[in-house]
């Protein structure tokens, strides 16, 4: 494997950003903290320059996780924390080992369940010479155990087992996507996506204008059940013979190259399979025992991506308007009528209401997801070599972010972070509004999911750390999501974008202006949603 300059800037900076936290004494982070922020470094560096493609950095994620911050790794495995039982002095006063306290003065209280927690208390009195302090502490008792040595790499890290981190490759939220997928696949092989594009088309009429806003539509709506680059793949072959309808240097065409990509990306918002950083969302949500339906999702977001499509629609026909009058449409497709085609209607118009209706039966999306894997599988309606084409790579690439995400919250890091920042003094609207432009900005550079995977966790430990009344950890996340699936800028910011340019149909620059106002605009609509929508239904 032959690598670029860049790719070898990134892999000497990623291996220098995992070895400096090992290096040095960082205030504040314990061992387990410096090891979380040395992979964190290290993913964050490869996954922008893609020094090796970004799904194996997300398994290499996986695997220093388990090696490193894991029960059974190489540093914790077989450890157990050397714990004291408090000698009674007088009432709530007790005889603890001076390497017991803390330099601020807080001893590490093991519970029941193995956790340690970290409690205040305050000194009497010390007795060097026999290794004793004197602390007052209400919340010990004669059978209470403390750790009795604070250095001591469990002193303030409970390890997660190894599974949890190896669990993310079949997290419910990735079995969501695969049923995506399955859908996805099935859908192109038997042409279900170009049929509905066909009806869907139909009362957009002749005007080039009108010609864009069904395009978007259809394309916003399948990109809300199937991948938007596979959307973007099958719809761009859609428009090319309506473009050679127009006339050359007519400003249409590039309106009409850019109006899939767009769409694509702004669709994929509607739904929790629509797009990777809804996943990243729901799965920190999950995280916290909150849970958003299937159905419910599409409430919070379904009104947001009308507005933006409409948005979107308006800034491609103030850059880019038509000199051609008319367009003719023929898209050339019928219904399969084959017993696997039958089959497939039936799975998708199932695996459809069942997700949307997930409120009214209970049954969870991530199970529903489970019916068109099995089904569709089942039934040969997908074959082996179909299972083999399904992008197995993003699944991963999830996987990778959850699982940073884990060890992020463990060990205590993404609460460094924040403390380092000091988001807790900060408006709710300022709050938002950072978290919106760091979600755009990053995704413009770098993939929509690393960004949800690297900015999630934050949003969410700044929530939780937040002072500020009225404040919304739900929203927050949100907005980071939706903000991240806003990208479209640059060729390199989404896929569908990389797509449209393959055509040649548009530049750099044209993309860049309209996908900037489309990306701004989108920040302040959906800060607006933050602040009025949102926390009505929460």
Do not use: C
Not at 286 to 313: C, H, K, R
Not at 493 to 516: C, D, F, H, L
Request: net charge negative; charged share 10%; no cysteine.
């Amino acid at each position: 494997m032959t690598l670029n300059k860049v790719q070898i800037t990134g892999l000497v900076a990623g291996g220098i950003g995992f070895v400096v936290p090992l290096l040095i004494n960082i205030p504040g982070l314990a061992l387990a903290g410096s090891l979380a922020l040395s992979i964190f470094l290290m993913a964050a560096v490869f996954w922008m320059f893609e020094p090796i493609p970004i799904y194996a950095t997300s398994l290499l994620v996986i695997l220093l996780q388990i090696l490193l911050l894991s029960g059974q790794g190489l540093i914790y495995s077989g450890k157990k924390l050397p714990t004291a039982t408090p000698e009674s002095v007088e009432s709530q006063q007790w005889n603890v080992p001076s390497r017991a306290l803390t330099a601020d003065g807080k001893l590490y209280l093991l519970r029941d369940d193995g956790e340690t927690v970290a409690r205040e208390v305050e000194v009497i009195a010390r007795d060097e010479e026999a290794g004793m302090v004197t602390v007052e502490a209400p919340f010990l008792y004669s059978e209470s155990r403390v750790a009795a040595d604070v250095t001591h790499p469990l002193a303030e890290f409970n390890p997660n087992p190894y599974s949890d981190f190896m669990g993310t490759l079949a997290d419910p939220i990735i079995i969501l996507f695969l049923g995506g997928f399955s859908l996805a696949g099935a859908a192109v092989k038997y042409k279900l996506d170009r049929n509905l594009t066909r009806i869907l088309l139909a009362p957009f009429g002749k005007r080039p204008g009108f010609i864009i806003m069904g395009l978007m539509s259809v394309t916003a709506l399948l990109s809300a059940f199937m991948s938007n680059t596979a959307t973007t793949a099958m719809m761009m072959t859609v428009i090319i013979p309506i473009i050679a309808q127009t006339q050359k240097g007519d400003p249409v065409r590039i309106g009409l190259a850019l109006s899939i990509p767009f769409a694509a990306n702004i669709g994929g918002i509607a739904t929790p399979i629509g797009t990777p950083p809804n996943a990243i969302v729901l799965a920190n949500l999950a995280q916290q025992g909150i849970s958003i339906s299937f159905g419910y999702w599409m409430v919070l977001a379904l009104p947001l991506v009308l507005i933006m499509l409409l948005v979107a629609w308006a800034v491609l026909n103030w850059f880019f308007p038509a000199n051609t009058e008319s367009i003719e449409l023929e898209i050339k497709e019928h219904f399969r009528t084959s017993s696997k085609a039958y089959i497939l209607y039936g799975i998708f118009l199932l695996t459809v209401l069942l997700w949307i209706t997930s409120s009214l039966h209970g049954i969870s999306s991530t199970i529903v997801a489970l019916i068109p894997v099995v089904g569709l599988t089942l039934t040969q309606v997908l074959e082996k070599e179909d299972i083999r084409e399904l992008p197995w790579e993003v699944l991963w690439l999830m996987a990778g972010g959850i699982s940073l995400g884990i060890s992020m919250e463990n060990t205590g890091l993404a609460s460094w972070m924040i403390q380092q920042i000091g988001w807790g003094a900060m408006s709710v609207t300022v709050l938002f509004l950072i978290f919106g432009i760091v979600g755009l900005v990053l995704s413009n550079f770098i993939s929509n999911t690393v960004t949800a995977s690297l900015v999630v966790p934050l949003a969410m430990t700044t929530a939780m750390s937040s002072a500020t009344s009225g404040f919304s950890m739900i929203v927050l996340v949100l907005v980071v999501g939706v903000s991240a699936s806003l990208a479209m800028v640059l060729p390199i910011s989404t896929p569908p974008n990389a797509i449209a340019m393959s055509t040649e149909m548009v530049t750099t620059r044209q993309m860049a202006k309209a996908g900037t106002v489309i990306g701004i605009v989108g920040v302040v609509v959906t800060l607006g949603y933050a602040l009025f929508y949102w926390p009505i239904l929460f």
